[in-house]
């Protein structure tokens, strides 16, 4: 099994990512500073245009440099920025692969539902009626939850009573992010 190597450096614009070999990823680490003045003239090309331009400096089978701009607004400012949540549940989980874990699924449903709660957390209740509307059913709830309290992927906000509300974690958010690449 060949090593695969990434590097992916964020700005505020756009991110250039390395892949490919440790040789390779060296490589163009020297080079990075070239790289991000390409970054600044594949963002100058497209001016103030509001859709996303992808440049690919380098590719073939085993190696490729990327290039991004990624549309900046005042949205893309907060934590959550990193992930665009469509009104349908349906539409944000055809967003993940289809063999994932169900703790995982149920990761997906519970951001869902706390994107779209004012206070930004969720019930887990809501989560297994909002899976089983689009006809999903997990086998051990309680089990899937405290996979993603140990994991650290979920936290819990309140306790009232037996009613226990959730937060999904930062560390949460950045699976998600891992499960959409």
Same mark, same amino acid.
């Given at each position: &099994?060949?090593? +695969?190597?990434? @590097?992916?450096?964020?700005?505020?614009?756009?991110?250039?990512?390395?892949?490919?070999?440790?040789?390779?990823?060296?490589?163009? &680490?020297?080079?990075?500073?070239? !790289? @991000?003045?390409?970054?600044?003239?594949?963002?100058?090309?497209?001016?103030?245009?509001?859709?996303?331009?992808?440049?690919?400096?380098?590719?073939?089978?085993?190696?490729?440099?990327?290039?991004?701009?990624?549309?900046?607004?005042?949205?893309?400012?907060?934590?959550? *920025?990193?992930?665009? @949540?469509?009104?349908?549940?349906?539409?944000?989980?055809?967003?993940?692969?289809?063999?994932?874990?169900?703790?995982?699924?149920?990761?997906?449903?519970?951001?869902?539902?706390?994107?779209?709660?004012?206070?930004?957390?969720?019930?887990?209740?809501? *989560?297994?009626?909002?899976?089983?509307? *689009?006809? +999903?059913?997990?086998?051990?709830?309680?089990?899937?939850?405290?996979?993603? +309290?140990?994991?650290?992927?979920? !936290?819990?906000?309140?306790? *009232?009573?037996?009613?226990?509300?959730?937060? @999904?974690?930062?560390?949460?958010?950045?699976?998600?992010?891992?499960?959409?690449?």
């Amino acid at each position: &099994m060949r090593d +695969i190597f990434r @590097v992916r450096v964020k700005t505020k614009e756009g991110e250039i990512e390395i892949e490919g070999s440790q040789l390779f990823v060296d490589k163009k &680490m020297e080079q990075l500073p070239e !790289l @991000v003045k390409k970054l600044d003239r594949v963002l100058a090309d497209n001016g103030s245009k509001n859709k996303d331009a992808t440049s690919q400096v380098e590719s073939n089978k085993d190696k490729k440099t990327t290039i991004k701009k990624k549309p900046v607004s005042s949205k893309t400012r907060t934590a959550s *920025a990193n992930l665009s @949540v469509p009104n349908s549940f349906k539409q944000w989980l055809a967003k993940f692969p289809d063999k994932i874990r169900q703790a995982d699924i149920l990761l997906i449903a519970c951001y869902f539902i706390q994107h779209r709660s004012p206070d930004n957390i969720f019930k887990c209740f809501l *989560a297994k009626n909002t899976l089983a509307k *689009a006809g +999903i059913e997990l086998t051990n709830l309680d089990s899937s939850i405290n996979r993603l +309290i140990n994991e650290q992927l979920i !936290l819990v906000s309140k306790k *009232a009573g037996k009613l226990t509300l959730y937060k @999904v974690s930062t560390k949460g958010r950045n699976s998600l992010i891992d499960l959409i690449q």
